[in-house]
């Protein structure tokens, strides 16, 4: 146990100049949503903060292997898997669906699932799995996972799910802080 405790001081000095403040490169990994609506804000003030720190950013929605790529962070939705890597929760994210007006004006507003079934829904292909990811709703009191059915199958860029909905090709499952932009323009 001490050894580990020598090791986390000695990492600690690494990272440190003498004067105590921090410094050297961080290899971070987060997806694309976290990375263009979370992440500027929360980086600017860091780096004004810490002027001595550099930080290498890859924003894509590929699962990396923080050991053999050499991360030192990621950033990742879900459960992390036995690794012997630590995780810390950073917090629940509320999720919506949209689609553009002049889709719903053309196709309707869905008032159920059963008729949600029956709209062009974009759902996204996760990286991870291969599979497609879910869509989290509230029926009935109750929170379930369903899989919406789809014409076109989005995968890589999550991004292009929202993108695709604004242009009128359909309804997307997203982030509201993702939305909330395009949402107050109406």
């Not at 993108?163 to 359909?170: H, R």
Request: proline share 5%; with cysteine.
């Amino acid at each position: 146990m001490r050894h580990a405790f020598g090791l986390i001081a000695d990492a600690e000095r690494a990272i440190q100049g003498q004067d105590g403040e921090l410094r050297g490169k961080v290899r971070l990994s987060v997806p694309t949503t976290y990375g263009h609506y979370r992440l500027p804000a929360l980086l600017q003030p860091f780096m004004a903060r810490h002027p001595q720190v550099s930080i290498e950013l890859s924003i894509s929605n590929r699962n990396v292997d923080l050991v053999a790529e050499g991360y030192d962070m990621a950033i990742r939705l879900g459960e992390l898997a036995d690794s012997g890597l630590a995780a810390k929760r950073l917090g629940d994210e509320a999720v919506c669906l949209v689609a553009s007006p002049d889709y719903l004006k053309r196709a309707g507003t869905p008032q159920n699932l059963e008729q949600l079934g029956r709209h062009a829904c974009l759902p996204f292909i996760m990286p991870s799995s291969g599979r497609q990811a879910p869509w989290l709703l509230h029926v009935d009191g109750q929170d379930i996972d369903w899989l919406a059915p789809a014409r076109m199958l989005v995968s890589d860029d999550v991004l292009g799910v929202v993108s695709l909905a604004q242009q009128g090709l359909g309804i997307c499952q997203t982030y509201h802080f993702v939305a909330q932009e395009r949402l107050n323009s109406g």
